[in-house]
């Protein structure tokens, strides 16, 4: 069979970019190795995560903070077996979205493991052994991303998990070590933390969230402490013995010295993720890959090698969901003949915590380094009517705008629904906005989001409520 366009990979990459290639008219076929379709962020990733986030805030709702709303309910007790059903359910309904949108169209499905034998062809081997060559005009490598391994430690998804077995752990574990201070230790450390788990986070550097604006990282990290999350920084595991009944951890001190020993029920290797080629046949190809194992495209994701192309956590910038699917779009976009394009400035981040913490744009630490002059807008929720009716003032709105031009470069939060507030920042930077813009749009009251106008009020010291 011939193609214009085969996409190997079903992430939000990969079937969001077969999806905009078909609706510009293109004959797409995918290719994938996992049973369902979707991805690791379907799969094993942002949904069963944020299935197990939402039910398991909600746990905790009722066990400590209804009552100060006057609802007085029984200790909840938690179902095992139907929480984690709940998030299978939530998994089944995203693939099978996928499935459906597939076959709408009219996009032709491979089930096996692709090899690139040659620009324009790709074999396709299924799990019963059959090999079937697929020819297409354009291939695209939307593979994505593996778990990263920590040296020495063997991952078993039982007593060492990565993040696909600690979304699957069969009981609450009574000591749970988390072994990097990054978005899935700090999420999937909260899921299990609310259910009783005695969490330990080990980070190699001296913060969390490495990345993230340093103001809000040290915020969060104060109300995660106060949550019950401790915090072991500027430290590194350099081994787990899993011989006994209760597994031994042992941690130094990232710069060196006398190691320590602490216990663990299950252990989370949440490191970070690495690009996921395997199997591709890119050697043979020469397709040329970085240091890192990430592909290496240009600004139209071309490979070194004519009529190869590759989008997602397998190229270079954020492991993102989003970015993925941005980029399958600007890449479907490009092969149609049109000016796809992403703008890898305005990439909103949110970790899915309580309270959730949100990103878009430049922090203060990249502006400094940057030698951009900038100002500073801030505003907290202990301010904003509507957090101070719920009782949920914690965090604060960050606006960053330059000092000459009053541009926004950056919006940083953190608080209840901060993944959803970004979103207003994301299109006025989009647009070039500046604070003044956002400042003088009238945003409804009583809503959190005037927490976000007033911050940007704030750039100009004249925010009303602080
Ligand atoms: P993937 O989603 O990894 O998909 C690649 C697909 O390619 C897979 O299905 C794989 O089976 C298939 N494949 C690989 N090789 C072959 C081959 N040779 N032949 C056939 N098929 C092949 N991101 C967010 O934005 N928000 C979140 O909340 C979020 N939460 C996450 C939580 C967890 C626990 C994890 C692990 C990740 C999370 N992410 C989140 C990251 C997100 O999942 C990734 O950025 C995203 O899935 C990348 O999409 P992709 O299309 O590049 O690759
Ligand atoms: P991460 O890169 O976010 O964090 C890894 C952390 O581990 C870093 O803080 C790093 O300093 C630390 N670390 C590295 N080696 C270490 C060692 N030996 N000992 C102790 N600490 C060590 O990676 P994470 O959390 O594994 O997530 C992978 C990717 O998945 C992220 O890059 C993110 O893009 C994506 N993701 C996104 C989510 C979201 O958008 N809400 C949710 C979950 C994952």
Redesign the pocket.
Known sequence: MSYDLIVIGTGPGGYVCAIRAAQLGLKVAVVEKRATFGGTCLNI??IP?KALLHASHLFEEAAHNFAKLGIVVDTPKLDHAAFLAFKDKAVEGNTKGVDFLIKKNKITPYRGTATITAPGKVEVKAEDGSVQTVEATAIVIATGSDVAK?PGVEIDEARVVSSTGAIALDKVPGKLVV???????L?LGSVWRRLGAQVTV????DRIL?GMDLDVAKSFQRILEKQGIAFKLGS??TGVDTKGKVSKVTVEPAAGGEAQAIEADVVLV????VPYTEGLGLEALGVETDKRGRVVTDHYFRTNVPGIFAIGDAIAG???AHKAEDEGVALAELLAGQAGHVNYDVIP????TSPEVASVGKTEEELKQAGIAYKVGKFPFLANGRAKANDETDGFVKVLADEATDRVLGVHIIGVEAGELIHEAAVLMEFGGSSEDLARTCHAHPTRSEAVKEAAMAVEKRAIHM
């Open positions: 990733g942002c995560s920590l072994v990097g201070a990054g978005v899935i230790g999420e080990v980070e190699f550097l490495p590194k595991v949440a490191i970070g993720r954020p492991m993102l981040a949110v970790v899915y």
